[in-house]
């Protein structure tokens, strides 16, 4: 069997222009009867998510679900369980940490319009509600030229599109979860009032590229802690690639202004080892900021979620 990237869900295309992460905790009450409902919820996903796709075909619906260790174990038992996938553990640094935060279901849906992002979970959330309660729902957009709210281009150091699938989709190496991939959804809450104190001249050395044409800086000239010094991973001398979808998100009212971090990879090791290349790096971007929560899920391939749906994956 061949990867087939029309067989994933979309993990390896566009952040979108309107944005809605939410995560779900199992209630864990009545196994089985938890078991019967998120089937019934993952038929209905598919089934309308078919449907948005034609009543809003221009806008570019893009979605994703996935479930978390802990939340595969629950649910599916008896069945084998993608070889990467675990349960995600806070990282502590030398001076920082990257804590963990509880979720079980993660859904992350787009699309050019707010209005087609709300129906499509205004549709889905009554197929939940009974069997797991919401622990958090980041709404985030895009930024100008898809800036990061920080003002630097993101997504810079991402595959070409041509090339994106093969490191987003999982292939081969594990057979039965083929065109699946995993998630690493990522809060962070940046105090932008020290943040935008700082020079520009200063800022482009702590991201390592320049803030109005994106152009890399000479390793000379960034921070030994820029942060695309700190965020590389390297296996065997050659350097890595996950897919990142960063969003920008804001609430005012709470004071909560940041990156929604967002990425797709093949293997879960080499999200890992960029994660933990930031934690021992003490990465400039911590410095103004705090890591709210974060969380690993499996995003399965399409025909994996129909089997999950018709309730022939236990």
């Known amino acids: 069997m061949s990867v087939k990237p029309s067989e994933a869900q979309d993990v390896w ?82 001076k920082y940490e990257m804590p963990a935060a509880a979720g079980d279901i993660f859904i992350h849906l787009r699309a050019d319009r707010e209005t087609v992002v709300y129906e499509m979970m205004n549709q889905l959330r009554p197929f939940l509600v009974d069997y797991a309660d919401l622990v958090d729902e980041t709404k985030g957009f895009r930024y100008f030229e898809g800036r990061a709210i920080i003002g630097f281009i993101d997504g810079t150091e991402n595959p070409m599109v041509e090339e994106a699938a093969d490191y987003a989709i999982v292939g081969d190496e594990d057979p039965e979860f083929e065109n699946g991939s995993y998630a690493f959804a990522q809060k962070w809450r940046h105090h932008m009032d020290i943040w935008d104190k700082l020079s520009t001249e200063t800022q482009e050395k702590a991201v390592g590229r320049k803030k109005f044409s994106d152009l890399e800086l000479e390793d000379g000239e960034k921070f030994n802690n820029a942060h695309n010094v700190a965020s590389q991973a390297k296996i065997n001398g050659v350097e890595q690639k996950i897919i990142r979808m960063n969003v920008p998100f804001s609430d005012p009212a709470t004071g909560n202004t940041g990156t929604y971090f967002i990425g797709y990879s093949r293997y879960w090791k080499v999200t890992k080892l960029m994660l933990q290349n930031m934690m021992a790096k003490n990465d400039y971007l911590l410095t103004f900021s705090d890591i709210l929560g974060g969380q690993l899920f499996f995003i399965p391939s399409r025909p994996l979620l129909e089997k999950i749906g018709d309730g022939e994956f236990k």
């Open 13 to 94: 295309k566009d952040a979108g222009e309107n944005v809605l992460f939410e995560v779900f905790k199992l209630k864990r009450q009545d196994q089985a009867k938890e078991q019967a409902g998120i089937q019934e919820f993952v038929s209905r996903f598919q089934a309308i998510v078919r449907s948005m796709r034609i009543r809003a075909n221009e806008d570019h619906v893009r979605t994703t679900l996935g479930f978390s260790s802990k939340a595969w174990d629950y649910l599916f038992p008896n069945a084998n369980k993608p070889k990467e996938l675990e349960d995600y553990e806070t990282l502590k640094g030398p």
